[in-house]
């Protein structure tokens, strides 16, 4: 089994993989839709994503890669306290600020504080936020104090992400590593057959009917045409669950379902 993350070396994706598998080798994916393609072409690998975060929520491009991808699943999941600071050559010189867009958005009341003009920079990882700041002394950069002070750059701020920050980790992949792994908790997608004043309601009815705790609700664009939406949830239980298979059952009265896993 490889483990497959986000790269360059040092993102927090990195650090959560070697958290979590301390001792399995660690492929570096160039972005995230690299990445499913290669679990995708491998499924005996596994990736470890980042799905949602205590302050600004899911994670969009991980539950679209879910829902678009044929196999892989989420398997387990894994939540990592992240801890951002903010490094340049010289702060003086800084007009930019580059890291990864969900650390900008997480760092972002910082950022108004102390660089209220820099011009916001997203780039693919925190790791590559570095890279710029080394190669550019007009770029700061977000990320690890690990990482900033291994490339060389002065940290000269520590704790810039808000209180309370902490990311959920998926481990993906399209074979259950871990099949005798109690899951407590499913994801699906719903596609609602038909649009229809109270639809919303009688999704959510079923759980309510069969005392199946819902987690987490949101609508994400379908891609199809203009006000077209999916539904993502997760709610405790499992597929053996009888609660759960009947929630299940009435569901697909109404909408198209797709697990995107059981953790």
């Known amino acids: 089994m490889r483990i497959h993350t986000l790269g360059p070396a040092g993102t927090f994706s990195h650090e959560a993989a070697e958290k979590i598998f301390p001792k399995v080798k660690v492929i570096f994916d160039p972005n995230f839709d690299a990445l499913f393609a290669s679990l995708e072409s491998h499924p005996e690998d596994v990736g470890i994503v980042p799905i949602e975060n205590s302050l600004h929520g899911s994670i969009d491009e991980i539950l679209d890669l879910l829902y678009e991808s044929k196999d892989v699943k989420i398997i387990r999941t894994h939540d990592v306290a992240i ?41 693919s990882s925190t790791a590559k936020a570095a890279e710029l700041a080394v190669a550019d002394a007009s770029f700061g950069a977000i990320s690890s104090a690990k990482v900033l002070k291994k490339s060389g750059l002065t ?10 920050n902490t990311t959920r980790f998926a481990i993906v992949s399209a074979t259950d590593h871990f099949p005798d792994l109690k899951h407590t908790r499913m994801t699906v997608v719903l596609r609602p057959s038909v649009d229809r004043p109270g639809l919303l309601h009688a999704l ?5 009917v069969y005392d199946v705790n819902l987690t987490r609700i949101e ?8 006000g077209h939406y999916v539904f993502y949830l997760d709610f405790l239980g499992n597929s053996d669950d009888p609660r759960t298979q009947k929630v299940m059952e009435e569901l697909r009265t109404l909408a198209e379902i797709k697990v995107l896993g059981e953790w």
């Not at 940290?155 to 309370?164: Q, R």
Request: charged share 25%; glycine share 6%; proline share 8%.
């Open 83 to 123: 801890v951002h600071s903010f490094g340049a050559q010289d702060a003086k010189k800084v007009t930019k600020i580059a890291s990864h867009p969900q650390a900008l958005r997480q760092c972002r009341r910082w950022l108004k504080a102390h660089f209220p003009h820099a011009e916001h920079v997203p780039v």
């Open 219 to 226: 609508s994400r664009p379908s891609g199809e045409r203009f």
């Open 155 to 164: 940290v000269i701020a520590e704790n810039t992400e808000g209180e309370g």
């Open 204 to 208: 959510l009815t079923p759980f309510k």
